[in-house]
């Protein structure tokens, strides 16, 4: 009971960038900046879709769920990290805030995760099964499948976290990130995390390989589809409305890979926390402009949109 409340009245503190202000300074524009663009871009994705009539087809429907959980995805840890780049890591965190963070990075990481799987099954069946899509792909299976993804990432965070946050923080309470990430916070209890450490790494390996499985299967029967179409312009078409998928998949999955399936002896902290801006920043602006930069519909649509205003 000691322990427990020992625990309970821990406060958690993020370690800094740089002990030079100056530094500290850039690095909170350059976040503020990536974190604004991530909003207004995955918000303009979400609006334009949403409006434009045209739009509401099972793809786009799975890319404005996607931009709109990639805005929740970055809030979950924007605010607090570029308070702490302010203060130079002087902000405390409760450990209830913390658990509350790593929940809900957690869960929004999975579901974004399973509903990348989703749209590459979509997109299996736009070009492998074209005259029966609109049937296969019906609006109810969609919700299906979006509130599948977000129930299945709810599955994954909830034990994670508690099994996290039930063990024992004493004096060390310096987390060496810029979020409160499971490694990161695994490393300070006062315990041993063999246990912990190792359900971690099945649970990792089994949400980031089974969808990552089957986006692959999907893909390869595309791929195979689309070297029987005869047009060049058909071809042109079916691989541009995959290969910007393909680009985020690589992207999202490589970058998380690497922090939660490197063996505990390669990782270092300082490079797990280069990668997470990668995935937690980068890529939340790469997935609007990807996606923009590749899909005429949605360029069009951008294009109209603007001259409105």
């Known amino acids: 009971m000691e322990t427990i409340n020992k ?34 871009g995955n918000a303009s994705i979400a609006v334009i879709v949403h409006i434009n009539h045209s739009l509401h087809t099972p793809m786009y429907f799975f890319l404005a769920n996607l931009a709109v959980l990639e805005i929740f995805y970055t809030s979950s840890i924007a605010p607090l990290a570029l308070v702490n780049l302010l203060s130079m890591g002087k902000t405390p965190v409760s450990i209830t805030g913390c658990g509350t963070q790593m929940f809900f990075f957690v869960f929004l990481g999975g579901a974004d995760c399973v509903l990348l799987a989703v749209m590459a099954y979509d997109r299996f069946v736009a070009i492998c099964y074209p005259l029966r899509y609109t049937l296969i792909m019906n609006w109810s299976l969609c919700v299906e499948m979006m ?32 979020y409160c990430d499971m490694p990161a916070v695994m490393s300070l209890a006062c315990a041993d995390t063999h246990v912990h450490r190792t359900a971690l790494y099945i649970i990792s390996f089994i949400v980031l390989s089974i969808p990552l499985s089957l986006i692959s299967v ?48 390669s990782y270092s902290p300082e490079m797990g926390r280069i990668v ?18 590749r899909n005429k519909e949605l360029k069009d649509a951008l294009r109209k949109a603007l001259r409105r205003f």
Not at 7 to 31: H, K
Not at 224 to 233: D, G, Q, W, Y
Not at 276 to 293: D, E, G, K
């Open 7 to 40: 625990t309970a009245r821990i406060q958690f503190f993020f370690r800094p960038f740089s002990p030079d202000p100056g530094v500290q300074i850039l690095i909170f524009v350059a976040f503020l900046v990536m974190y604004l663009t991530s909003l207004s």
């Open 218 to 265: 999907s893909y390869v029967f595309i791929i195979a589809a689309i070297l029987r179409i005869r047009s060049a312009e058909g071809r042109h078409r079916a691989f541009s409305t995959c290969s910007s998928h393909i680009i985020v998949v690589l992207l999202q999955y490589g970058c998380t890979s690497f922090i939660y399936l490197s063996p505990r002896s």
């Open 276 to 293: 997470s801006v990668v995935y937690t920043f980068i890529t939340p602006i790469l997935n609007p402009l990807i996606y923009s930069m």
């Open 147 to 178: 509130v599948g993804s977000l129930v299945l990432g709810f599955l994954l965070s909830l034990p994670l976290t508690i099994l996290i946050f039930r063990l024992p923080f004493c004096h060390n309470n310096e987390i060496y990130h810029f």
